[in-house]
């Protein structure tokens, strides 16, 4: 049961020394069980929640973005706060299914999948905004390079071109790295599959896979090559995305740290979504011998140190800012702190930010759940109010004063954001039900047994240490 | 070849008790010569495709060949219009040498994109997938190699195969449940 790890052996992945079939009943039970009450009453909020969304939805777009509460100096504010947020939780995702796997943590295998979905949906919520942004969603088409009768064509030096390929590229690529991760497992669903009806659509959607070796050869070097090209993927959208600022001449905007600070910030946000989905989904569906405090505690510290970069960052502006000499970008950050935002800052930026993720340096705060959730909550928070600050703060007090101004959100951006909220989470609540919620086929793999050589006097015998560390 | 019920054989094929059991199995089947023959695991086992004789999986080209055909793809999509079709002057930046760079963003993105379609539909494509129906689903027991079960299966079409000999070298190699699977 100590998943605490020792100097020289390696705490087991799964716990109380589960075998193949335990896994694939209790990972294949989520689907196949009839759904814990607890799940029907967070459905019934987020479904509530994500109806009141797509009405704000209808609503603005019969309407117009005149609804939202957009105006000089401010032309983006909640909209693109709300972009950028959804975007950077989409990160965690792909970090942990294509980054960890390269680098060979063979812990991502209990929380591959959920998070990939996650990154999923977060997408979706994204993509919503600057759609809706565009003004006459129908033109949303405009963006494609498609030959119109008008001869027009983009500017593909544009950061915003450059973000339209880069964040559906990212969603393609994602859905395609799921998919494929997803077809061994959706192979076990359909061979437990006991309707007709699970039969034939687990089946369709599982193309016939056998687990033959020779097709998980191909199987291997495809998911490695999938990891391999994400891996520069994942980093390039976050970039992207802050190019969208910082190739501006805005004070704040205008930063060549950007790209680097927007990316750990993605993965610091995505993993706090992470936990925030799975440490509730973990227990509503008794998952704690395969998400174990081990888990959570690698995840708590890579929120540490992506949230201290992000805090160095936070710092480094400052530094920039008073370096430059340049008055508008040390009145910019002046602003910042003491301006009329000035609560967002303290509040979102240095306490939920910077301050709340260095509980993780202690171990007792790794490994409390209550406590990583708080810490969670706060970065949450913290990162959306960090987009807001970047994006409304830059643009409500730029170089003259006679057009200073601030922002004031209507009822109808406050309940799109707060429908994506319950979008997002009713997409992740019906995949838990629909689909296998963690990669079955990968955490066999942790097992010691999993191990050709298992058990033989020649191999290395590694049940006393939980199984080698190398795949 | 047929069996006394008139059946089309398959295959012969046997269940192992663990992933290790299968893997010196699989050894002892690619020493006594066999070609067509596969094993069937939950999981990808580390060291399987040695044991069985197999090489390095090529699907690397089928990537390689993705991320090449979306670099041109994205070269042609920028340029043509950029420099033919509508050449336009923002920030006094004209599309020409120097501006070059601006454009590597999308060229990358797509780059990445065609890989990814690459890999996907080769793991198919290479896999025979999708195939809903196969005679190894004949074989009530095989629904476990999706979850616990480890099975090793001989073709018919193996130009070593007989009964007598498959049967044997299964038996002999550790494996249990050893039974002829119908083609139809």
Same mark, same amino acid.
């Not at chain 1, 494609?144 to 590229?169: C, E, H, K, Y």
């Given at each position: ?471 | ?40 695991? %939950?999981? $990808?086992? /580390? ?13 690397? #080209?089928?990537? @390689? ?64 997938? %999708?195939? $809903?129906? /196969? ?13 616990? #079960?480890?099975? @090793? ?32």
């Amino acid at each position: 049961m100590d998943s605490v790890e020792e100097p020289l052996s390696r705490a087991p992945l799964v716990l109380n020394r589960r075998n193949f079939s335990w896994l694939t009943e209790r990972i294949s039970g989520v689907v196949e069980q009839p759904a814990p009450r607890w799940w029907w009453v967070c459905f019934t909020i987020t479904g509530t929640i994500a109806t009141f969304g797509l009405f704000c939805l209808g609503y603005q777009i019969s309407t117009g973005v005149g609804t939202w509460g957009l105006n000089h100096p401010v032309g983006w504010a909640w909209d693109i706060t709300n972009f950028v947020f959804w975007i950077g939780i989409g990160h965690a995702g792909t970090l942990i299914s294509a980054i960890l796997y390269l680098l060979r943590q063979r812990w991502r295998t209990s929380i591959n999948r959920s998070a990939e979905a996650m990154t999923l949906f977060a997408v979706m919520c994204a993509a919503i905004f600057p759609g809706v942004h565009v003004g006459r969603v129908w033109m949303a088409w405009y963006l494609a390079p498609l030959p119109n009768n008008w001869g027009i064509w983009q500017n593909f030096r544009s950061p915003l071109m450059w973000d339209v390929f880069a964040v559906s590229t990212y969603f393609t690529v994602s859905v395609l790295f799921w998919y494929t991760g997803l077809i061994p497992d959706l192979a076990t669903l359909r061979d437990r599959a006991t309707t007709k009806i699970r039969k034939f659509l687990f089946g369709f959607f599982a193309c016939g896979w056998r687990g033959s070796n020779r097709n998980w050869r191909h199987y291997e070097m495809a998911y490695l090559l999938l990891a391999g090209i994400s891996t520069p993927l994942v980093l390039s959208v976050h970039s992207v995305v802050s190019f969208d600022f910082a190739t501006s001449i805005l004070p704040t905007w205008h930063t060549t740290i950007f790209p680097p600070y927007f990316v750990a910030g993605a993965i610091f946000g995505g993993f706090a979504m992470v936990l925030t989905l799975l440490i509730p989904a973990r227990a509503m569906f008794k998952l704690h011998d395969i998400i174990t405090p081990q888990h959570i505690d690698k995840m708590a510290k890579i929120i540490l140190l992506t949230g201290s970069f992000v805090g160095y960052a936070y710092m480094m502006e400052f530094f920039t800012a008073w370096y430059s000499g340049n008055s508008y970008e040390r009145f910019a950050f002046w602003n910042r702190v003491f301006g009329p935002y000035w609560w967002y800052w303290w509040v979102g930026m240095l306490f939920c930010n910077m301050l709340s993720p260095q509980l993780f340096w202690f171990r007792w705060c790794r490994r409390n759940v209550y406590v990583v959730y708080f810490v969670c909550m706060c970065v949450n928070a913290g990162m959306w109010f960090e987009r807001f600050i970047i994006i409304v703060g830059g643009l409500h007090r730029d170089f003259i004063p006679s057009s200073w101004g601030m922002f004031y959100p209507t009822w109808v951006d406050l309940w799109t954001y707060i429908g994506t909220l319950g979008i997002f989470t009713s997409l992740f609540l019906l995949f838990v039900r629909f689909l296998p919620m963690i990669a079955m086929s990968e955490v066999k793999i942790t097992l010691p047994e999993a191990d050709a050589h298992y058990g033989s006097t020649n191999g290395q015998h590694p049940a006393a240490a939980g199984g080698k560390e190398r795949m | 070849m047929r069996t006394p019920f008139g059946h089309n054989v398959y295959a012969m094929a046997a269940e192992y008790p663990s992933a290790a059991a299968l893997y010196e199995a699989a050894k002892i089947v690619r020493d006594a010569g066999f070609k067509r023959w596969d094993v069937h695991s %939950p999981f $990808p086992i /580390h060291g399987m495709d040695e044991a069985m004789g197999l090489k390095k999986s090529w699907l690397s #080209g089928w990537v @390689l060949f993705g991320g090449i055909s979306g670099l041109l793809t994205a070269v042609l999509m920028e340029f043509g219009p950029s420099s033919i079709l509508y050449p336009l002057d923002v920030h006094g930046k004209p599309t020409n040498f120097m501006t070059v760079p601006a454009f590597f963003p999308i060229m990358f993105e797509m780059t990445v994109l065609f890989s990814a379609f690459g890999a996907f539909f080769a793991v198919l494509i290479m896999n025979g997938l %999708p195939r $809903p129906h /196969h005679p190894i689903f004949n074989w009530d027991r095989f629904s476990r190699a999706t979850n616990d #079960g480890f099975f @090793l299966v001989i073709e018919a079409r193996d130009p070593r195969f007989t009964e007598v000999e498959a049967r044997e070298l299964l038996e002999k190699s550790g494996g249990q449940h050893v039974t002829i699977i119908h083609d139809d």
